[in-house]
């Protein structure tokens, strides 16, 4: 395949950036654009009038699409096709099949790959549904989900977003952090006799997830407890974590499961259902699958995660914007742009292509964002009058999840929200014309909004897969591998030197500062605080 | 004054930008280099060797502060000039005097103003301190704090920073999002006999928090409770608010403390000293007062906040890094990088200078950020690898808030912490070649480490006022104003025009489309949905 800058549609592309729309110019705007650039599947609707794209544009996105073979890229990972690799190079060689984790629902992928995962992810949650009935007997009332990147934030993202549904005799607690007082905080207050942990590491090796797993169980065996009649793995087959033995109970996931997109496997199946019921579970899975046949949709004009793609990938490598908001106008998703933060970037943050060739183009942007309203008085002030454009990703809800609302001065809270967050995406896009030039806006700031009707399961699952998909459909375009993260590992190498250090100093081990010299330098500065 | 691009210090900056150290090459990070580019100050190390800054740069950098009178302008601030304002248009015209908030220890600034702002603050941490002895009396356990901005992010932020501290029988919550899902998450499960809310609007007519206060009142009446009795505003002298008769106690602040600059002010200190007690308040303050007679030393290289805001400046204008990360490897500093967020882009996301002509320069980055080893696990990936840099400010501590810890493999976690926080400063800087493309590192990505003993009140309010000195001298540095926020007006006025069509609507009151078309087309689409 060409590379990305010799793609003819790429080059139409750079003609068409040089006098790219003004959102801002009179005219420009209309409600019939308003209209027309809608998009609407699995219950969500895209309204992206308001992104600095013509017909022409979305013309060119859409032969970029079809020159980079975009589609059938992501039919190919969905297959089970080894998709996770880098030509010529030593890397992971593995299928990407997390669509198949919930793949049990209307109009299946029916290759022998996506059948057998399919297969081996419903047998878990089979496996889950009788656990949590004994569970259930047994009166266990919370469980801790000792985890870190993957293992924490997707499952996190997920629980809060969906708590207002959770059993009112059921709570959820989460420790990722090896910082000791993030355990110390949770664990204090809890009724450990009542209390399930599930440690969730794919390789069982996790630095993190290893070391709060024993400060946890240190607690366990304090109060005369046995760890193994309250800790869960979900881990996978084979890693060192895989002995059931040590476990009340073991799940797990498979090498074609990244962490980043792990949350519909048992990484994020346990607690949910732990918290929510399996039924509620299967809503959000079904939410999911149903946007996983989105994604496959040859109509790009309602295929969301494809058109989502294509309009970062304008702003990104066309109006050369650096970062990329996500802003749900729900408190319930306070935690999903951190998600989205690890699936984004640790997908596209890559340098080289997948022929090894350092890449001459912009790839992952850096995401980043904060529920609305409150970003409006935070950073909403450097998004409308800043000197670096920073395109946004509105979410929204038409009902709020409890309905608990109270109309003061003739509307409810859920209708101020609604108006905050439509008033921001027409405000950016158009501006304000004033003599005072602190009281101009300049307008023509690109973003877009997705509608759905409430936050609940199903929603939930489609927005996540949406967003799973819409990476996956960057990376097929960017031509780089998403699916792995060679990026983390320097860090891990160097913090274990740092590690060996401390631990030689407690033995009273002789060692030579020569060894690691820029090392030794770092640990003097302690010394002298 | 010149403006920005045609200083002297900028030209040779200009210059020197051509050819910046590579960090990256073999014998520029040196043990050297890392004992002589370390500053301390109020128990704060700033190791800044892993920063592309020469000896020249740095130079240059200090001829810029010099050139443009930033020290001189961080006086005129401490002193009580009247510097919130844009020269010849119509601006806020005000004092900006948040550090006479804790102005109450050694070396006081000594004019007129700071003296009656000093005198005026004390005078209100006197009130609260019977206020909370009398709260006591009556076995008041909790307390929410209604607030949004500046009135939540900060106050947020510095409670978890120092929840450890907390007294075991006192809790406190935060309601914030005019979304009426957060204030029923928070209100559930509360003894309202024994709760306190404390209302914070400096303007008294935040449209979020009144209409949470509504909402919460509501609660209150529902209950039998009279809400005069445990309802306490924080607000401003003569505000709609202002209305002793409506709280238990009102506390005051003044037109001279911006939201984003208050948390030293009486919008932070009733619900720390209510969590901590006064001791631990004057602690915190104590930290801030240290750094901000830190911000006014003649001696640039132990300046702590004039060095950060040049290095910033250096990353963001000759570097041209759009965004910068605040990495705190403490998981109590959970939500310090989201107040940042604010302090920052709301100050410095700016377009225009002080006399209102449009600036030609890049202003206040993007600011954002998560707590490590976690984001190691999330965005490192990219961090390392993508395409674009991304400074990086660490803050790392020596000791753990609760010292509960454990051996694990010869180290603690705190030391494990540590050992991460080096080695990914090392790993940026330096990176690591490798034959196969996809493990090699290039390196060169500029960062620095604040380090400091332990994240306890002093040391947290000297890092607040590190990051709020900061931000107001690369204010003065641009020209710009750093104290208003004209920029989210555009956004409030709009949202009023929406959420007036949804209360019409509400009445039966018939409304013409063609009053606000663009308006309307949004609306229809939540009519289809």
Chains 1, 2 share one sequence.
Not at 60 to 77: G, I, R, W, Y
Not at 407 to 421: H, I
Not at 505 to 521: A, M, T, V, Y
Request: glycine content about 8%; some cysteine.
């Amino acid at each position: 395949m060409a590379q990305f800058n010799q793609l003819q549609s790429v080059e139409k592309l750079r003609e068409l950036e040089r006098m790219p729309l003004d959102l801002s110019h009179e005219g420009i705007l209309t409600p019939k654009r308003i209209e027309e650039m809608t998009a609407s599947a699995a219950g969500i609707s895209m309204l992206y009038a308001t992104e600095r794209i013509s017909n022409n544009v979305l013309e060119a996105l859409f032969d970029l699409a079809k020159e980079t073979n975009a589609l059938e890229k992501m039919q190919a990972m969905q297959n089970g096709e080894v998709i996770n690799r880098i030509e010529g190079f030593e890397c992971e060689n593995r299928m990407v099949l997390h669509a198949a984790m919930r793949d049990f629902f209307d109009s299946q992928n029916e290759t022998d790959k996506t059948k057998e995962a399919a297969a081996l992810a419903y047998a878990e949650l089979e496996k889950l549904k009788s656990f949590l009935l004994d569970a259930d007997k047994h009166g266990f009332t919370d469980l801790v989900q000792v985890g870190i990147g993957g293992s924490d934030l997707g499952p996190r993202a997920i629980y809060l977003a969906l708590e207002s549904y959770k059993k009112s005799d059921k709570n959820v607690h989460f420790i990722s952090n090896v910082d000791p007082d993030d355990a110390h905080k949770v664990l204090d207050g809890l009724d450990l006799k009542k209390t399930l942990v599930v440690v969730v590491s794919k390789s069982g090796g996790t630095l993190e997830t290893l070391t709060n797993e024993e400060l946890v169980k240190k607690r366990f065996t304090d109060q005369g407890l046995s760890p193994n009649e309250h800790f869960l793995a979900v881990t996978g087959k084979g890693s060192p974590m895989d002995d059931p033995s040590k476990y009340r109970e073991s799940f797990y996931i498979w090498d074609y499961i990244g962490g980043r997109y792990s949350v519909t496997s048992m990484v994020g199946c346990v607690e949910l259902a732990f918290a929510f019921g399996m039924e509620k579970v299967l809503d959000f899975l079904r939410g999911a699958a149903t946007m996983d046949k989105v994604a496959l949709s040859t109509d790009f004009k309602s295929n969301l995660p494809l058109l989502g793609a294509l309009i970062g990938i304008w702003n990104r490598n066309f109006l050369h914007c650096t970062t990329c908001a996500v802003i749900p106008y729900s408190q319930a998703l306070i935690r999903f742009s951190a998600h989205l933060q690890q699936l984004d970037m640790e997908s596209n943050g890559k340098r080289i292509d997948k022929s090894g060739e350092q890449v001459d183009y912009e790839t992952g942007p850096i995401i980043w964002g904060e529920p609305g309203t409150n970003g409006q008085h935070s950073f909403y002030q450097c998004i409308h009058q800043g000197t670096s454009i920073v395109p946004i990703e509105f979410i929204g809800f038409k009902e709020s999840q409890f309905g608990d609302d109270l109309l003061v001065k003739g509307t409810n809270s859920q209708e101020k929200l609604l108006s905050n967050l439509f008033a921001q995406s027409l405000g950016l896009a158009v501006g304000k014309k004033d003599d005072n030039p602190n009281k101009y806006f300049p307008g023509n700031r690109p973003n877009h909004i997705l509608l759905a009707k409430k936050c609940d399961p199903f929603t939930v699952g489609a927005l996540l897969s949406y967003f799973e998909n819409k990476v996956a459909f960057q990376g097929f375009i960017w031509n780089i591998n998403s699916f792995d993260q060679e990026g983390v590992q320097l860090g891990k190498v160097l913090a274990n030197q740092f590690i060996d250090v401390f631990s030689k100093k407690r033995s009273g081990e002789e060692i030579d500062p020569k060894s690691f010299p820029l090392g030794f330098s770092f640990l003097n500065k302690l010394d002298d605080i």
